[in-house]
């Protein structure tokens, strides 16, 4: 199977069960929204979407890892957002289709569920869980953007890689990160360069604040690393 390709939207059985995730609804709906909807598959590195494609689609992660992105004037690419598995881009909203201001690029290979506007329009307007959960998602990216623009605003580029390495840590119970995340990409999550986030990390692993553990990175003090997101 080529990438881009279509396959049923119930292939893999797993389709129904995430989207009863993301919805917040019963099984019996999830089956009539899947069969609504497509899934594509995007091969890594490939463009989902392109910055200023007018858009009339609901995308829907199903697996892989996504990068919402947008470049300076120099040239520099910025992470808007990351979108893992139940993560939804494209349309969300009235009149379900817009222009897209951002490039979505699969950073691994990624299958999606795609759900027409005009579609998601008639579900939401028929089922209430639907349109809660948009509302939901559009609130958290919205939080999501306002603190980043905040950190990147009041944060040195070497705090923003502390915090953004709090940030993950904090994502798993024993503070580790796994696997240990990549320099380049942590620069690009936080507007800088790789040079600079080499150094930031570098400088806590010598202070003991972080240490690695094979494959892995764990904060080892982490109210000292708060304390250095400056």
Known sequence: MTA????????GGNVCGLLCRVFDCAEDLADQIALRGRLRRYGARLTIVKRGDTVSTLYVVVDGRAHALVYSLEGQAVLLHEYRSGDLFGVMAAPYSATHDADVVAIEEVNAFLLDGVVLALLAEQHACIGMALLRFMVERLQQTASRMYEHAALSAVGRVHAELLRQARESRDLTIRPSPVLSDIALR??????????????????????????????VAPHRLEELIL
Do not use: F, K, M, Y
Request: glycine letters at 8%.
């Open 4 to 11: 881009g390709q279509q396959r049923p939207a119930d292939a």
């Open 190 to 219: 936080v507007s800088t360069t790789r040079e600079t986030a080499s150094r930031a990390v570098n400088a806590l692993e010598r202070r003991g604040i972080i240490r690695r553990d094979g494959e892995a990175l764990v904060v």
